[in-house]
T-cell receptor, first 113, second 112 residues
Framework: IAGITQAPTSQILAAGRRMTLRCTQD?????MYWYRQDLGLGLRLIHY???????GKGEVPDGYSVSRANTDDFPLTLASAVPSQTSVYFC????????????FGNGTRLTVT | QKEVEQDPGPLSVPEGAIVSLNCTYS??????FMWYRQYSRKGPELLMY????GNKEDGRFTAQVDKSSKYISLFIRDSQPSDSATYLC????????????FGKGITLSVRP
């Protein structure tokens, strides 16, 4: 089934540890995105990539980094996790055409203790 | 003023009711309007997609856009318990790289 796969599904992480959230899509979409979703704050864009080899900062990029080595993969790295990064993280993609909607994965629930 | 405002809810209705969900926005450049449905512990899924003003119907769901009032709505007819979910409005401008702006979402519960 075509779509976005995120891993892990959930994770408990000690503060200060490094963590990479994985995201893979098989739709050959050009654009990919990382959001975090927090109660009362909604979805907030962390980083995005309009095409392989390029990345950009979203609304809340601090403490996170991304890379886009190829079309299909868009990992999100927390270099040194802090409790405020406890959240649900969603990866999304779009074909990059004007007005195209986003397609989301099912998220990674991250708890930083 | 936030770019997109959505009624915070939560909203609880009896089965069979007509549900109206609404968002207002401030950016007149928005041209593409979407509604996403998100079930518990799942990612948002695209429910309705509309370009510019007008209505779009898909089964029990109708999306309505009024650009002059900067107001969009989602109507659910004959609501079912399976419609219980969080609904997020989203919109974006005309550029290919314009970012999607989301409302915060409203949680709907349909009581059997």
């Amino acid at each position: 089934i075509a779509g976005i796969t995120q891993a892990p599904t959930s994770q408990i992480l000690a503060a200060g540890r490094r963590m990479t959230l994985r995201c893979t899509q098989d739709m050959r979409h050009n654009a990919m995105y990382w959001y975090r979703q927090d109660l009362g704050l909604g979805l907030r864009l962390i980083h995005y990539s309009n095409t392989a080899g390029t990345t950009g900062k979203g609304e809340v990029p601090d403490g996170y980094s991304v890379s886009r080595a190829n079309t299909d993969d868009f990992p999100l790295t927390l270099a040194s996790a802090v409790p405020s990064q406890t959240s649900v993280y969603f990866c999304a993609s779009s074909d990059g055409n004007r007005g195209s909607p986003l397609h989301f994965g099912n998220g990674t629930r991250l708890t930083v203790t | 003023q936030k770019e997109v405002e959505q009624d915070p809810g939560p909203l609880s209705v009896p089965e069979g009711a007509i549900v109206s969900l609404n968002c207002t926005y401030s950016n007149s450049a928005f041209q593409y309007f979407m509604w996403y449905r998100q079930y518990s512990r799942k990612g948002p899924e695209l429910l309705m997609y509309t370009y510019s003003s007008g209505n779009k119907e898909d089964g029990r769901f109708t999306a309505q856009v009024d650009k002059s009032s900067k107001y969009i709505s989602l109507f659910i007819r004959d609501s079912q318990p399976s419609d219980s979910a969080t609904y997020l409005c989203a919109m974006r401008g005309p550029g290919a790289n314009s970012k999607l702006t989301f409302g915060k979402g409203i949680t709907l519960s349909v009581r059997p």
